[in-house]
């Protein structure tokens, strides 16, 4: 009879404990939601640079890319409106380098996704008269045709190298290790990034940091990295190509 009467206060009482303590399980439950990192969180270095998903293939890559290049209403605008504005632009980012002795009107210099070439026709203006752009698109005489993925020049070609289309790389590595292939010793790379600032729909990959591009850079040093306001990217990244020491020349030599 006891044993009996017991278990419905058994009973009760734990449905009473579930009752009470549900909204606490409700809190816990949502605080780990909310503060855990998802699962696939993946190491340092790919977080501060990621590849955007979605190219099924290098091809759909190069279709997506030339959906832009080739607009003719971005086109358009690219020659007409755009064409003085930018152009100056350029040409005063350019004078600050040759100020800073990182640029002279004797360097060969190229520009890395030029689309119709306003970076080129501003070196030009201010009197670096060999230089030259590549896109996918030839827009001539500024642009030949030619991917940033393989460049088409030797190595060591240039003094001097200019791109704000880092964003449209679907290797980055392979944007950087081209850079440092064509540049001769001692040569200087300039690119202009967005950190803070998502790119447009066509960028492949989207930058968090400057910790990325320092590692890539492999065989160069760091001139500096600024702020500036380059047509919606605000970050600018100077390199400098680092001369092959007197140890290696001579293994080279052998
Ligand atoms: C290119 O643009 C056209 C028209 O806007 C669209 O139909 C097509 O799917 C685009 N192709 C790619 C590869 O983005
Ligand atoms: C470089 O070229 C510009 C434009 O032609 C000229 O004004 C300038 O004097 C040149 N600078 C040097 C150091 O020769």
Not at 67 to 84: A, M, Q, V
Not at 91 to 106: E, H, I, P, V
Not at 163 to 178: G, I, M, R
Not at 236 to 242: G, I, L, P, S, Y
């Amino acid at each position: 009879m006891q044993n009996m009467k017991q278990k419905p206060h058994i009973l009760k009482y734990f449905l009473l404990f579930l009752f009470l303590s549900f909204p606490l399980f409700l809190f816990f439950f949502i605080l780990k939601t909310t503060t855990n990192p998802p699962p696939q969180n993946p190491p340092s270095a790919i977080k501060d640079l990621r590849i955007r998903p979605g190219y099924t293939s290098y091809d759909s890559y190069i279709q997506h890319q030339l959906n832009k290049t080739l607009n003719p209403k971005l086109r358009k605008i690219w020659t007409t409106r755009d064409w003085d504005r930018k152009i100056q632009v350029f040409a005063s980012f350019f004078q600050y380098f040759k100020q800073r002795n990182l640029l002279s009107n004797d360097s060969k210099a190229l520009c890395i996704g030029a689309r119709v070439g306003q970076e080129v026709k501003a070196l030009r203006r201010i009197g670096v008269a060999d230089s030259v752009g590549i896109d996918l698109v030839p827009f001539p005489p500024l642009v030949i045709k030619g991917d940033f993925h393989h460049q088409p020049f030797d190595d060591e070609t240039f003094d001097f190298e200019f791109s704000n289309v880092f964003d449209h790389a679907l290797y980055p590595d392979k944007f950087v290790a081209e850079i440092e292939r064509t540049l001769k010793p001692g040569g200087i790379c300039v690119l202009h990034v967005a950190i803070s600032r998502r790119a447009d729909k066509y960028s492949a990959n989207d930058l968090y940091n400057t910790k990325p591009l320092l590692e890539m850079f492999k065989n160069s040093e760091v001139v500096h990295v600024r702020k500036v306001d380059g047509f919606g990217l605000d970050t600018e990244m100077v390199f400098r190509k680092k001369k092959m020491k007197e140890k290696e020349k001579v293994i080279q030599r052998s």
